[in-house]
């Protein structure tokens, strides 16, 4: 269907200027579908490919076989890789949802001194590169002999100030008579956050999970520099580990790719109805 | 049901440039079961007041009294208080039902029957039950208004705190609220403040009226007694539409010279500007409707030309035009004055305000001369506004 929105007087909605113009948009929109899809079927393709040559390989299989992905799986601990890569990015979005929305309600609904100022020293933060604390957080984790293990892991991405700016401006954007109202119905400071203002950020809160879960899955620097050992890989890191050996393995690199991808696909699309609905939701009438 | 008594209080904010000072000193008492409407301009501190009473805003000093308590240091939820909020403030995730229900089930242990009859009650007496399982984004303004009353009465507090309430609504819908609101409080009985900047809203619904400019209170009485007896010369030209004219002259003794025309005063008057005047000019004041033509010409007389006629329909608002000034008065809606006409009109002598030019304060003020009209039969019970405000009946 084209769309609706060119539905006002004047515009005709056949003759070759309408037609060339939806032409136009939907080709372009499909190249840019295909080029961007394109990577993830050579992906796929190599990994059910029973003798992949590496780059260069036709994009129709000539016959699929899963002994890839069997040779994965009999190989390598993926398991343990998949459920501490679930633990690391599922942890790290907990505490971030909790502890940066806290932060994001108290920078934009508590009054107290010097709170503008506090959010502009988080917000500078931002802009420090990560791997300029890389170093110093690692021999902090290390002295507390946490390397190699997930309190090591999940620890130093607990909250993000980019949430926190994320949620600040969600609840700025809310009425404080809401507050108010809470607090004269009963609430205190707490009660009021979680039962009046919390459910009302559901669309800046799904936005951070969802962005935390996907960019803490793929998350490579990190996991590689505090686990030394191999049942603390997570999968990123795992496929490094696989890929770097003696020679390439494309086949098992890329089945390795596809289950680290496959969750995150999964995530990314449900959520994206919920992302939907959520501002649809969020369209308050005043 | 309480009296709120307010002793004393000042608000201070923290502001760019220092301290701002937003209420000053402020002592009322708001009777039980009143409607006390705290009217200003915006940024006169009426509605921290309101605020303050509600514990949303601790006070700087002072203190407040609910019923025979200090509340100064009470939290909102234990002040025996219900607020509704200019933007209703109704939350949005929950239903109706649930708006109301909330505040029941965070600050009593009710049981869960006696919460839903309450509710159900409440939706009666506004007419909203069919609305109960309703989200408010799905409401109209006026409905969510309803609610808004919905969850403050179900509280059944001792007091009623409203902060603009009706000032999202439409014009019909704003005067339609009005007299529901009236005949609400008059069913409930309940000790309400009443916050706005409307004055046509003060005065048709308080039983008294608090006039608040800049932090300070200026006068606390009857709609009648703010609008016949201002204290001072804020509360005359707020009080009233089309308001109060002012026309600025000097006492000489015997009579205030205004520019191009002498009023002469009576002995009372004139012994009562000699008692309270400060400095040397004194401002006269006078009611659009107290401006009345004439063919007769007299000592209090004066000729205008007309500069503009604003048709009313009840009545023309004329805009005369004198070296004294530019003047407004009233007429009936059925006499006609064109543009550009010349009027004769008297000032009568006992229908002027004055006020000290320096202080502002009244120095007399216009008799009051009120009837019963013609028509009155009866009356029920004590509802009878023109007897019970103190005011003189002719």
């Known amino acids: ?286 | 049901m309480a009296e709120t008594t307010l002793d004393g209080v000042t608000k201070r904010f923290a502001g760019d440039d220092g301290e701002v000072l937003a209420v000053d000193d402020l002592s009322l008492t708001v009777r039980d079961g009143e409607f006390l409407v705290l009217v200003g301009p915006s940024g006169c501190g009426k509605s921290t007041t309101l605020r303050t009473i509600a514990g949303l805003e601790a006070v700087s000093a002072g203190a407040v009294h609910i019923g025979d308590r200090d509340v100064t240091d009470v939290k909102p939820k234990d002040r025996d208080i219900a607020m509704v909020f200019q933007s209703y403030a109704l939350y949005p995730q929950k239903t109706v039902r649930g708006n109301m229900r909330f505040g029941l089930e965070m600050t009593t242990d009710l049981p869960d029957a006696e919460i839903t009859e309450r509710v159900a009650d409440a939706a009666e007496l506004l007419d909203i039950t069919e609305l109960l399982d309703r989200r408010p984004a799905a409401l109209s303004g006026g409905q969510q208004q309803r609610v808004a009353l919905g969850r403050a009465i179900v509280r059944d507090p001792a007091v009623f705190l409203m902060d603009e309430p009706l000032s999202n609504l439409d014009a019909k819908l704003r005067a339609e609220m009005r007299t529901e609101l009236q005949a609400l409080h008059d069913q409930l009985g309940a000790t309400t403040v009443y916050v706005t900047h409307d004055q046509t809203e003060a005065m048709t619904m308080g039983d008294r009226i608090a006039v608040l400019d800049g932090g300070r209170l200026q006068q606390v009485g009857t709609p009648m007694e703010t609008y016949y007896e201002p204290t001072n010369e804020f509360v005359a030209t707020f009080v009233g539409s089309p308001s109060m004219n002012i026309v600025e002259g000097t006492f000489d003794g015997e009579a205030i010279q205004l520019p191009g025309f002498e009023f002469p005063l009576a002995d009372d008057q004139r012994e009562a500007v000699e008692a309270g005047l400060t400095g040397e000019t004194v401002r006269l004041g006078v009611r659009p409707e107290d401006i009345v033509l004439t063919d007769e010409t007299g000592p209090r007389t004066v000729e205008f030309e007309t500069l503009v006629v604003e048709p009313m329909g009840n009545e023309n608002v004329l805009h005369l035009d004198h070296e004294m000034g530019e003047v407004v008065a009233t007429v009936g809606g059925n006499q006609r004055v064109r543009k550009g006409d010349r009027v004769r009109a008297t000032l009568g002598a006992d229908r002027v305000h004055a006020f000290d030019g320096t202080t502002g304060e009244a120095l007399f003020n216009r008799t009051r001369d009120e009837q019963r009209p013609p028509g009155v039969v009866g009356a029920r019970g004590t509802d009878d506004r023109a007897e019970t405000d103190g005011g003189e009946t002719g």
């Open chain 1, 1 to 286: 269907m084209p769309p609706s929105n060119y539905d006002y007087p004047g515009y005709e909605r056949s003759g070759p200027a309408y037609w060339s113009k939806t032409a136009l948009l939907y080709g372009g929109v499909g190249i840019g579908a295909l080029l961007w899809s394109l990577p993830f079927w050579w992906m796929l393709l190599t990994a059910v490919s029973a003798n992949p040559t590496g780059a260069g390989s036709s994009l129709i299989p000539a016959e699929t076989t899963f002994a890839n992905f069997e040779d994965l799986f009999a190989t390598q601990p993926v398991g343990r890789w998949f459920f501490n890569t679930i633990v690391f990015a599922g942890s790290v979005t907990l505490f971030n949802l909790t502890f940066d929305s806290l932060a994001g309600y108290a920078l934009a609904k508590v009054e107290f001194v010097g709170r503008e100022k506090l959010f502009l020293l988080f917000v500078a933060t931002i802009m420090v590169p990560s791997m300029v604390t890389l170093i110093p957080v690692f021999i902090l984790l290390s002295e507390l002999g946490w390397v190699n293990t997930y309190q090591g892991l999940i620890a130093p991405l607990i909250a993000n100030p980019l949430g926190i700016f994320l949620l600040r401006q969600q609840f700025k954007s809310l009425p404080s008579s809401l507050g108010d109202a809470a607090k004269i119905d009963g609430c205190n400071e707490l009660q009021t956050f979680y039962k009046v203002y919390l459910p009302l950020a559901k669309p800046a809160l799904a936005t951070l999970g969802i962005y935390t879960f996907v960019t803490t899955w793929k998350n490579f620097e990190w996991p590689l520099i505090i686990a030394s050992d191999e049942s603390m890989y997570t999968l990123p890191v795992a496929l490094f580990a696989v890929r770097n050996q003696y020679f390439t393995e494309w086949g098992l690199v890329m089945a390795a790719a596809t289950v680290i991808v496959l969750p995150v696909l999964v995530v990314f699309m449900s959520a994206q109805k919920y992302f939907i609905r959520g501002m649809t939701l969020s369209g308050m009438k005043g």
